[in-house]
């Protein structure tokens, strides 16, 4: 599904940035700009920012209930 219809930038391709950007940087402090530059794109009309802020947030809600279960 593409999120960024500005850039063509699939829900894959977010969430594959985030995974590596974790990778890296387990303590990395995630923002839509970070992602957009790791791409390499910038937001043109910014209708898809809140949409990758909410992804973001559902992966740090998700690794949280992960480790709360432990
Ligand atoms: S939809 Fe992403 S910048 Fe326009």
């Known amino acids: 599904m593409i999120v960024c219809s500005c850039?063509?930038?699939?829900h894959h391709d977010i969430e594959a940035t985030?995974?590596?950007?974790?990778d890296l940087d387990p303590n990395v402090v995630l923002t839509a700009g970070l992602v957009y530059r790791t791409m390499g794109h910038?937001?043109?009309c910014g209708n898809c920012l809140s949409n990758i802020v909410r992804m973001?947030?559902?992966i740090h809600t998700d690794e949280a209930?992960?480790?709360a279960q432990k």
Not at 18 to 22: D, E, F, G, K, S
Request: proline share 6%.
């Open 18 to 22: 985030i995974a590596a950007l974790r």
């Open 42 to 44: 910038r937001p043109k």
């Open 7 to 10: 850039n063509v930038i699939s």
């Open 56 to 58: 973001i947030h559902a």
């Open 65 to 67: 209930d992960k480790q």
